[in-house]
């Protein structure tokens, strides 16, 4: 452990450093220009590799850092803010809850099942990482048209990869959303959000904290996969990227359950003092970023790393992105302690290294130095880009499409709601959530298929509400609203069960940076939740940035996704969207506007992504919000249910089906000053459809006023099995509420489970 | 009642069953799979998951564990067994239970409420009950396909140890109320004994109103009647 300038000796089998190999790594000249200051000299391949990967988008942000900084991060309530494994929040009675929420689009892209599966690995492990044991996941997908075959295989692969991770490690899916639109053609987006629960007095981090303390690897044996992963996920798909199916990892979700008892006990026996996931950028990553936080050094012996290959070299091993694998640092003479610990859960834990004094980030190969390099710039000296960006002429143009001929357009209501029913963004994701395991831990008081879903903290009447959401088309059309919308539907979606918002992780899919209009995309999507997220109080705790999503310069609508995270005081007291009794009064809180642009009747029935996406008032929708949670507190709801896709008539149609347990008849009149489509299928925000006893009605009304919420009884639910009747000016729509089931909980199963289905790859 | 939750590596609901028996007024302990000893058990859980990974067959290389040893000497001298889905697996691949568990119908995972109904309640592990109740527990399962020769199904029809079965929502078996394609809407059975119960629904998950049902307590119920009544040791 000398901090004197050590001598790095390049292998003999070493390339050349090139600038065709510089380049191969994803630096550019000037990038590699602030290597060789930093250093001094030429790096050698090893240390290339290491740079690449640190620097690599996925791991230095550096397209995105500077706008990120634009957010709010900060509450009382918040414990861990951005940095960490995960974002930590206090939830009272000492309890404390780890959330996050990363994306796994590119490897899903080729590899749908692994891809899929290994994202939900990863998120896991970042949940647990930090102390907490996890306790629900959701997930927020986008593909292409569902009709294409090739959509049909990737959604069935992601499906089943999650599903079968999830399942095995045993955590409830609580929710999460799923859309399909010809703008995720080839860049399907996978998105998994886990969340985690422990005492807030058992918070661990990922520092390299004490000096001469014993770096360990722990779990899984290095292999060959996933080399150069957070490189690829770094850049733009083609036709070549089949090619790097060897770079998407391949999971293994008994070894991930067992890693999650041993963690959690290693962490509990106090052996050890810091912690982390070896995910993108495997070792590397972990090892310098644990030293980093630290502001220490390390030095690792690449020759000690249990392996599953022979003769892989330092370059491998150190960007190796096999999974199941973690960093751990151990207390000077503790490690056989933490060895027998891992030894209990069939697993392996191998001395590295050690925690050093000289801030360098040191690799040794049988006690010869093959890279030697200072953690703070390979960890902070990656250059961020403010990039300019200027809106697109045709997503301006787009905008500005008149849709009145939308709006007045007629023909038979209710066979178009029968249309956007059975069209797969609106109909039931009944298909998906039944292949998760929404009830292991016996803790899901709302289980998918609503809006947000609620888990029960054990011991307590608390629980935890989480959702994902975001309109992409909204986005593409306006991202500063859309953004500002996503934030605002998620708040919604958590007052409707009676959650009180508290705090958010976001994942932004985008595509390349480097594009002007792109940028544009990113920094306006960054303000509109930032303006949102500082209105309602919810901090943005962590997330992650997925760029790049492009395949032959064709970029996915920009995709925010926000996770929210909401608590709910007592968990006898939560509130579900599907109608409870004939009888009940139809309330509808909020205005209809008719706003018609972006909306999911001018893609299904007039094929169009066009128009000024609806308007989105925030403090009204805060208002709103406290209503919301108030109504839901005092108990006088039979349902709530979001106003979101589709308009007051879908909003209507989901309450009326529930999850399918059961389905009521509704009598509705609207008295709107507007055509019946923007009546029935306009999306203007803050709307809340609601039912209630009718001697309960008063008390709503007059709660929503003293929160100068428009409220307004528009009819009430009829008998069960009944007749769905809407009446909107002299038209509207009355149909069995059978035939709505039938298209509602048929339409995905109709595509998925035909004889044409695609079948998923393999398992590995 | 003292009730030990065998836990292998992969089982996930060992902390539901725990708690089930907590809620249940018994003293629940975990037994580490490579751990021996029941000498205090009153009962055994051998609780759901995935112990293994299930990478070979389901249960296949679970019943190798030393505990699994002991659960089986357990069980031949009598003492209750209950084995909930992937335990109710392993019971079978340890020849505690007759038959086995195929992938499911349709070779997909299924997460819901199921319906179930009572097919006798003179067992130690469905007196609470009431004849021919109708009951709604979660399932979630991939391999809860129930097979056997038709002999031995005859045989557990004629003794009376079809102990659930799936139906639908009126309470009739149906193709439509049975999820996973079980031999004749078989969910839950038991030994010749009597003493070793195995189900694919989770009654474990079925102990309180506010995570959706409080059908499963019977199971628990029963099990401790039997315990405290005459003859209990």
Redesign the interface.
């Given at each position: 452990m000398s901090s004197a300038a050590t001598e790095v000796t390049p292998r003999a089998s070493d390339p050349e450093i090139t600038p065709e190999l510089v380049a191969d790594h994803g630096l550019s000249t000037e990038e590699y220009e602030r290597i060789l200051a930093a250093l001094g000299r030429e790096p050698t391949f090893t240390e290339l590799g290491v740079f690449s990967a640190m620097w690599s988008e996925h791991c230095g942000y550096k397209n995105s850092k500077r706008l990120l900084r634009l957010l709010p991060t900060e509450a009382p309530w918040v414990i861990e803010g951005p940095g960490e494994n995960a974002g930590v929040i206090d939830v009272g009675d000492g309890w404390a809850v780890a959330f996050k929420i990363e994306s796994h689009n590119h490897p899903s892209a080729v590899e749908p099942y692994q891809g899929a599966a290994t994202g939900v690995g990863g998120i896991l492990r970042d949940i647990f990482t930090m102390g907490a044991r996890p306790i629900a996941t959701l997930n927020s997908l986008r593909f292409g048209d569902l009709d294409d075959g090739r959509v049909r295989y990737l959604f069935g692969g992601v499906v089943k990869g999650i599903g079968d991770y999830g399942n095995c490690v045993g955590i409830p899916s609580l929710g999460g959303e799923v859309y399909f639109d010809r703008g995720y053609e080839d860049n399907p987006i996978v998105n998994a959000m886990a969340i985690g629960l422990m005492r807030s007095d058992e918070l661990i981090t990922g520092a390299a904290k004490g000096i001469g303390n014993t770096l360990m690897a722990v779990g899984a044996r290095t292999g060959r996969d996933g080399i150069h992963g957070a490189t690829f996920a770094s850049e733009e798909l083609s036709e070549e990227n089949e090619a790097k199916r060897p770079q998407v990892q391949v999971g293994d979700p008994f070894t991930e359950k067992l890693l999650l008892e041993a963690s959690l006990e290693l962490i509990g026996s106090g052996a050890i003092t810091g912690i982390q996931d070896m995910g993108a950028a495997g070792l590397t990553s972990s090892a310098s970023e644990m030293a980093g936080r630290a502001g220490n050094g390390v030095e690792i012996d690449v020759a000690l790393v249990p392996v599953r290959e022979a003769r892989m070299t330092p370059y491998e091993i150190l960007l190796s992105e096999s999974q199941e694998r973690m960093l751990v640092i151990a207390e000077t003479g503790r490690e056989d302690e933490v060895e027998r610990i891992l030894r209990k859960w069939e697993l392996e834990a191998a001395v590295i290294g050690q925690v050093t004094d000289d801030g360098m980030f040191r690799v040794l190969e049988n006690g010869t130095v093959v890279a030697d390099l200072p953690s703070l710039p390979l960890t902070q000296g990656c250059p961020t880009y403010e990039r300019p960006g200027v809106e697109s002429k045709e997503v301006e143009e787009l905008r500005k499409r008149d849709l009145s001929h939308v709006s007045s357009s007629h023909g038979d209501l209710t066979g178009q709601l029968l249309d956007l029913m059975s069209s797969p963004n609106l109909s039931s994701k009944r298909w998906l959530f039944q292949q998760y395991d929404t009830t292991v831990r016996a803790a899901s008081v709302i289980r998918p298929g609503g809006g947000a879903g609620v888990v029960r903290l054990p011991g307590t009447r608390r629980g935890i509400a989480a959702t994902t959401d975001c309109n992409g088309r909204y986005c593409f059309l306006h991202p500063r609203r859309g953004a500002a919308i996503a934030v605002a539907e998620a708040a919604r979606n958590l007052v409707c069960v009676g959650a009180v918002p508290t705090a958010v992780t976001n994942n932004l899919n985008f595509g390349s940076p480097l594009k002007p209009a792109i940028y544009h995309q990113l920094r306006e999507a960054v303000l509109g939740i930032a303006e949102a997220c500082l209105l309602f109080e919810t901090p943005v705790t962590g997330g992650n940035v997925s760029l790049y999503n492009e395949t032959d310069g064709a970029a996915i609508y920009p995709t925010p996704v926000i996770g929210m995270l909401g608590v709910v005081e007592d968990v006898e007291r939560v509130c579900r969207h599907a109608f409870t009794r004939t009888g009940d009064a139809i309330v509808l809180l909020g205005t209809n506007k008719g706003e018609m642009g972006g909306s999911e009747y001018a893609y299904v029935l007039h094929d169009l992504v066009a128009g000024d996406p609806p308007g989105v008032d925030l403090l009204a929708e805060r208002e709103l919000q406290r209503a919301m949670i108030a109504m839901v507190q005092e108990d006088l709801l039979g349902s709530a249910h979001d106003c979101a896709e589709g308009g007051l008539a879908c909003t209507l149609v989901e309450s009326a089906l529930g999850n399918g347990e059961r389905s009521f008849g509704i009598d509705v009149t609207l008295t709107d000053e507007m055509a019946p489509v923007p009546t029935l299928f306009g999306e203007s925000q803050g709307r809340i459809v609601v039912s209630c006893r009718p001697e309960r009605l008063a008390h709503v009304i007059e709660l929503a006023g003293s929160h100068n919420v428009p409220c307004v009884q528009i009819g009430q639910v009829s008998a069960p099995e009944g007749s769905f009747r809407i009446r909107a000016g002299t038209s509207g729509v009355d149909l069995p509420v059978r035939d709505l089931a039938d298209a509602f909980f048929g339409a995905i199963p109709a595509r998925m489970d035909s004889p044409a289905e695609a079948t998923p790859a393999p398992d590995a | 009642m003292k009730v030990v939750v065998v836990t292998f590596?992969?089982s996930?609901?060992d902390?539901?069953c725990h708690?089930?028996v907590e809620l249940s007024g018994g003293e629940p302990r975990y037994l580490?799979h490579?751990e021996r000893g029941l000498s205090d058990a009153d009962a055994v859980i051998l609780p759901?998951?995935?112990a293994?990974?299930?990478?070979l067959r389901a249960g296949s290389i679970a019943r190798f564990s030393p505990a699994m040893e002991d659960v089986v000497a357990f069980a031949r001298q009598g003492g209750p067994v209950m084995a909930i889905c992937n335990g109710f697996q392993i019971a079978c691949e340890a020849g505690l239970l007759p038959g086995a568990l195929m992938r499911n119908r349709t070779v997909?995972?299924?997460?819901?409420d199921q319906y179930l109904r009572i097919e006798t309640t003179d067992t130690m592990w469905t007196s609470a009950y009431e004849p021919g109740q109708i009951l709604s527990m979660?399932v979630?399962h991939?391999e809860g396909n129930y097979e056997a020769d038709p002999d031995t199904i005859d045989r557990l029809e004629e003794d009376g140890r079809v102990l659930l079965r799936y139906v639908d929502a009126t309470g009739a078996t149906s193709e439509e109320g049975n999820p996973n394609g079980s031999a004749r809407s078989i969910a839950g059975i038991m030994n010749e004994q009597g003493n070793v119960m195995g189900l694919m629904p989770?009654p474990?998950?079925a102990?309180?109103a506010?995570?959706?049902s409080v059908d499963g307590r019977g199971v628990f119920q029963s099990l401790a009647r039997h315990l405290n009544g005459p003859g209990a040791k």
């Open positions: - | 590596p992969g996930n609901c902390q539901d708690r089930a580490w490579r759901g998951g995935f293994y990974g299930d990478y997909r995972f299924h997460s819901f979660p979630a991939a989770h474990d998950r102990m309180e506010v995570v959706g």
